[in-house]
């Protein structure tokens, strides 16, 4: 077990560029989170998976966001058209049952310029 | 809907004394409560948690926290604070009741250890 992986670790791009970032979670975990944490906040909650089905999107999430676990196992999320207001940490979380222990991984910071 | 406040965005405190970091919480729901912290450019690790039953957690590195439904108070408590303790911490609760649909998180309570 090597925890939650995240990669990059940070991602510095220019406004109005794509971005993709990439999470692989605790192998036997069937739940998988999104947060997205600004400085001087808490994470808030963006989306989440089930396996292989996303099961809610936070309104936090605009259209230029879109998430996917394909095979249920790791997850992206993409940002399109970039603002400077995207600007943050990514953060990724997995969890096994239903008592919502979740491991979250180092996080991807993403700059707009 | 849920919600967490924290009480405190900065708690400074000598090595060695008491730490007390308070979170109250509000939920239309049983709720389920955690306490993380984040390191400098790291991710989030849980400290304790609380669903059901013994409401005195212990958790790791010595802190615990009581939760009180007549307060709807989950106040992190340590007895001795070290230098290693300085930190952010995160209280949360679950977003809708027993479930595993996501966490909400409170602003923060940034931790300064006095030597």
């Known amino acids: 077990d090597t925890g939650v992986s995240q990669d990059p670790r940070h991602k510095i791009t220019k406004r109005g560029q794509n971005v993709t970032f990439r999470c692989d979670p605790i192998?036997?975990?069937?739940?998988l989170y999104w947060y997205r944490q600004t400085l001087g906040q808490g994470p808030e909650f963006l989306t989440y998976?089930?396996?292989?089905?996303?099961?809610?999107k936070s309104r936090l999430l605009s259209d230029r966001f879109s998430a996917e676990r394909p095979k249920g196992s790791f997850s992206t999320l993409e940002i399109q058209r970039t603002e400077q207001g995207d600007s943050a940490m990514y953060l990724c979380?997995?969890?096994?049952?239903?008592?919502?222990?979740?491991?979250f991984g180092p996080g991807t910071r993403l700059t707009v310029l | 809907a849920q919600s967490v406040t924290q009480l405190g965005s900065h708690v400074s405190v000598s090595e060695g004394a008491l730490v007390l970091l308070r979170c109250n919480y509000s939920?239309?729901?049983?709720?389920?409560l955690f306490w993380y912290v984040q390191y400098p450019n790291q991710g989030l690790q849980l400290l304790l948690k609380?669903?059901?039953?013994?409401?005195l957690v212990k958790g790791i590195n010595g802190f615990e926290a009581e939760f009180k439904k007549s307060e709807t108070s989950f106040h992190l408590t340590k007895p001795s604070a070290h230098m290693s303790d300085a930190a952010e911490y995160f209280c949360?609760?679950?977003?809708?009741?027993?479930?595993?649909?996501?966490?909400?998180f409170g602003k923060g309570t940034h931790l300064i250890i006095q030597p």
């Open positions: 939920s239309s729901v049983p709720p389920y």
């Open positions: 609380y669903t059901t039953g013994a409401t």
């Open positions: 979380a997995s969890s096994l049952g239903s008592y919502n222990e979740q491991f």
């Open positions: 949360a609760v679950n977003r809708r009741g027993g479930g595993a649909d996501g966490l909400t």
């Open positions: 998976f089930q396996n292989e089905a996303q099961l809610e």
């Open positions: 192998s036997e975990h069937n739940r």
